[in-house]
């Protein structure tokens, strides 16, 4: 078939179902997207992960310039001549060529400079081609599920105008979306998108990592008397469960003194209970009954959203009192630690306060020159979930010994208000709060720990948190707000090429909270050795000394977070 001119064209019945030509101004702006995603940021990242990156904001480019030139158009009905389209297109061309190819050799720089800074791993040279074909594939893919749910949308509309006149049609898929909007914000569609969650991640829950085995001592949740199971512990529970130093690596490192095994506790989802409380007061009967309240130190440990607890805050203190420690987790939720976040806060908040409280209470009943000492701990959401249990700095002082959170998220109350009021004159990657009276804050811990040189009270509070650290410094305020860790003076792993820019900068920490634990000891959200230091400083046994700090550096290091 001909069109007027003469030219090949097909029947317009197949024409709507033929792949739709891009349109400028999108690929314009998501040439510009694409240089963006190629700016500095906290971490390095892999091949694959960049060309993930860089084709949803290529999408989300593409998605916003065809929305702007719809509507120049609408507003300027008056076209360009052809010629001028034609040599603004090339122009176009030649400018998005060259600088794409400039973003990348920019992108290999820093790159290079960050990983160098980190001891990471080179990024490949075949790297670069992984990076363009996915970035390519992620576009094309993104952009025509876009297309289909345009169509879908037109469908439905046409369907509706035959039976009704068009401007009710258009007024029905109006209400359907505000209908659908109201769903959204009311939460209904959360509640069926987080059913579904949960269900998949229940799955996960009921699997068993490798070498964990149900323990044969009472000593330990899931083993003999114990008041839960060893299956309704969950992965992440029978693993917290089965890991630790044992009394022989214990008793060796301490010299050949006699170790006691290191008591460890936890109620998983599934070990009883109707509500969160109710869970929390299961976990501190089942600390009680093996005999927890009668060691040294007991840990109250947060957990994350699926209960991981990082083996290395468990094993610095059980190698440090030589196995007389009692240790005892909680877990709330199947999700994912960064999902749980999103969306399920609320509960890793109730789950802190709930599981220090049914502890303390047990606590404090005991006689004042007999209780144990009781620490806090958590990592990430479970930093998030242990500052629950207190309400300011002054209520750990009151009802703790001792508490060390470990890459907090922005979203933590206690480390807002603390570092938001920081002592003139230090930074906000690292703070002093009050002349470092009772909290403070550590990078590299042997370093930075003894800042200032005044006085340090007990009980102490400790963060360790890494300048490059993603979780640590992510906030909707990104959005449009510059922080002040990029306004003063730099962390040590933070490049001087990384800027803020609006709404860029918070994408850009977004995504390097996937791959924020895929970096070196020292950096992101990796947190091994120093934890011995932290330790130290908030509770150091009898005896103590720099050199013994040093072995469980070395014991932490060849350990790692997982054990």
Do not use: C
């Not at 006691?260 to 089942?286: H, K, V, W």
């Not at 947060?302 to 990082?310: E, K, M, Q, S």
């Not at 806060?345 to 047990?362: H, I, L, N, S, T």
């Amino acid at each position: 078939m001909t069109d007027e001119s003469g030219s090949s064209r097909p029947p317009q019945q197949y024409r709507r179902w033929l792949p739709d030509r891009y349109a400028f101004g999108g690929l314009v702006v998501a040439v510009l997207f694409v240089w963006l995603s190629l700016t500095p940021t906290l971490l390095p990242r892999g091949p694959f992960f960049q060309g993930l990156v860089t084709g949803v904001s290529a999408a989300v480019g593409y998605a916003l310039g065809f929305l702007g030139s719809v509507l120049v158009r609408h507003l300027v009905r008056r076209e360009p001549s052809a010629r001028v389209k034609t040599w603004v297109r090339r122009g176009a061309l030649v400018i998005g060529l060259v600088g794409t190819a400039a973003m990348l050799v920019w992108f290999a720089n820093w790159q290079d400079q960050l990983r160098a800074l980190m001891s990471a791993a080179s990024f490949p040279w075949t790297g670069y081609v992984v990076t363009v074909i996915v970035a390519v594939l992620i576009f094309v893919l993104l952009v025509a599920i876009s297309r289909l749910l345009l169509r879908a949308v037109r469908w439905v509309e046409r369907k509706i105008s035959r039976v009704v006149p068009r401007r009710i049609s258009a007024t029905v898929i109006g209400v359907l979306a505000i209908a659908l909007l109201f769903a959204l914000l009311n939460g209904v569609a959360v509640r069926v998108i987080m059913t579904g969650l949960n269900n998949s991640f229940a799955a996960v829950n009921q699997e068993t990592k490798a070498g964990d085995e149900p323990p044969t001592t009472t000593l330990r949740s899931g083993g003999p008397e114990s008041l839960v199971t060893w299956d309704s512990l969950g992965r992440q529970g029978r693993s917290f469960i089965s890991r630790g130093p044992t009394v022989e690596e214990l008793s060796a490192f301490n010299g050949g003194r006699p170790a006691l095994e290191p008591i460890r506790t936890y109620a998983g989802l599934a070990s009883g209970g109707d509500s969160i409380r109710e869970s929390a007061q299961l976990a501190a009967d089942e600390l009680e009954r093996a005999g927890g309240f009668d060691r040294a130190v007991i840990g109250v440990a947060t957990t994350t959203g699926t209960g991981w607890i990082n083996e290395s805050l468990a094993s610095s203190l059980e190698y440090m009192y030589n196995g007389d420690t009692a240790i005892v987790g909680l877990q709330y939720s199947y999700l994912p630690s960064w999902l749980s976040f999103l969306v399920d806060k609320e509960r890793a908040r109730q789950a802190g306060e709930a599981q220090f409280d049914a502890v303390y209470d047990k606590w404090k009943q005991l006689p004042p020159e007999t209780r144990p000492k009781l620490v806090v701990m958590g990592e990430s959401l479970g930093s998030f979930g242990g500052e629950s249990a207190f309400g300011s700095v002054d209520d750990v002082e009151a009802r703790s010994d001792g508490v060390l959170f470990t890459g907090p998220p922005n979203a933590n109350e206690i480390w807002t208000d603390v570092t938001t009021n920081r002592d003139p004159g230090s930074p906000e990657w690292l703070p002093i709060y009050e002349q470092g009276e009772t909290v403070r804050f550590g990078a590299r811990a042997p370093e930075d720990l003894p800042r200032p040189d005044t006085p340090w009270g007990k009980p102490r509070m400790v963060y360790l948190q890494h300048a490059s650290d993603p979780i640590v410094w992510w906030s909707p305020e990104l959005l449009v707000s510059e922080p002040d860790w990029l306004k003063e003076e730099r962390g040590y792993d933070v490049l001087d090429s990384t800027q803020w820019f609006p709404f860029v900068t918070f994408l850009q920490v977004a995504a390097d909270m996937a791959v924020s634990t895929g970096v070196p000891d020292g950096h992101g959200h990796t947190y091994v050795v120093d934890i011995a230091d932290a330790w130290s400083a908030i509770l150091a046994p009898d005896g103590w000394t720099p050199a013994d700090n040093e072995r469980l550096r070395t014991v932490l290091a060849e350990m790692g977070a997982d054990g």
